[in-house]
């Protein structure tokens, strides 16, 4: 059982940026894959970002590729997304997501992801 707290979220200016953290509760964090997941206003939840349990790989969607970094501390039970150069676009409630076995076939179906967090809100202003 693994459970997700998301924080960091807020508003911010084009341009700008935040930085998203995810702590996780359970002993076995360190073996899942982690992702973040977006809903923008009216629209379905999309995939973003994705690290497998060693963090030797690395996935990004292209709308978010050179802006955004993901990053993981398994001593801490932490995962963060770093956004960089926020566009309105980008605004949307961020989820954290743990999956049991992340790999390059199959991180962006949030179907391969057992638990989630909550939601934190980024709001992008022109």
């Known amino acids: 059982q693994v459970q997700l707290v998301e924080s960091g979220g807020g508003s911010v200016q084009t341009g700008g940026s935040l930085r998203l953290s995810c702590a996780a509760s359970?002993?076995?964090?360190?073996?899942?894959?982690m992702g973040w997941f977006r809903r923008a206003p009216g629209k379905e939840r999309e995939f973003a970002a994705a690290?497998?349990?060693?963090?030797?790989?690395?996935y990004y969607a292209d709308s978010v590729k050179g802006r955004f970094t993901i990053s993981r501390d398994n001593a801490k039970n932490t995962v963060n997304l770093q956004m960089s150069s926020l566009k309105p676009e980008d605004t949307g409630v961020y989820y954290c997501?743990?999956?049991?076995?992340?790999?390059?076939?199959?991180?962006?179906?949030?179907?391969?992801?057992?638990?989630w967090g909550q939601g934190t809100q980024v709001t992008v202003s022109s």
């Open positions: 359970g002993r076995t964090f360190r073996r899942y894959g």
């Open positions: 690290i497998t349990w060693s963090g030797d790989n690395i």
């Open positions: 997501a743990a999956a049991p076995n992340l790999d390059r076939r199959n991180y962006y179906w949030d179907s391969v992801y057992d638990y």
